[in-house]
Nanobody
Framework: QVQLVESGGGLVQAGGSLRLSCAASGRTISSYRMGWFRQAPGKEREFVASTFGITYYADSVKGRFTISRDNAKNTVYLQMNSLKAEDTAVYYC????????????WGQGTQVTVSS
């Protein structure tokens, strides 16, 4: 079992930056595929970014967001720059022990609100 706890969300003005953190416990994440999803009000949950040797980004965040991991700290980060109002959402950290397929582990989410 992997437990995930996100932090770092908050209120920021458009154009600003935030860094989300995801602290994992229960297992070391070095062998896990890690990622971030988000869900805006009234919308479906969507993929944001993932890392497992190779990083992937949703087109909507490419060039603005950066996912990184510190295996020694068992933590994953999401650096978000040039934030837009449409980035407003609850952001979820996810983990999977498999290279492909759905993520088995989800955090409780952290709210990011971007004011325009």
């Amino acid at each position: 079992q992997v437990q995930l706890v996100e932090s770092g969300g908050g209120l920021v003005q458009a154009g600003g930056s935030l860094r989300l953190s995801c602290a994992a416990s229960g297992r070391t994440i070095s062998s896990y595929r890690m990622g971030w999803f988000r869900q805006a009000p009234g919308k479906e949950r969507e993929f944001v970014a993932s890392t497992f040797g190779i990083t992937y980004y949703a087109d909507s965040v490419k060039g603005r967001f950066t996912i990184s991991r510190d295996n020694a700290k068992n933590t994953v980060y999401l650096q978000m720059n040039s934030l837009k109002a449409e980035d407003t959402a609850v952001y979820y950290c996810v983990a999977s022990g498999a290279r492909v397929g759905p993520y088995e582990y989800w955090g409780q989410g952290t709210q990011v609100t971007v004011s325009s």
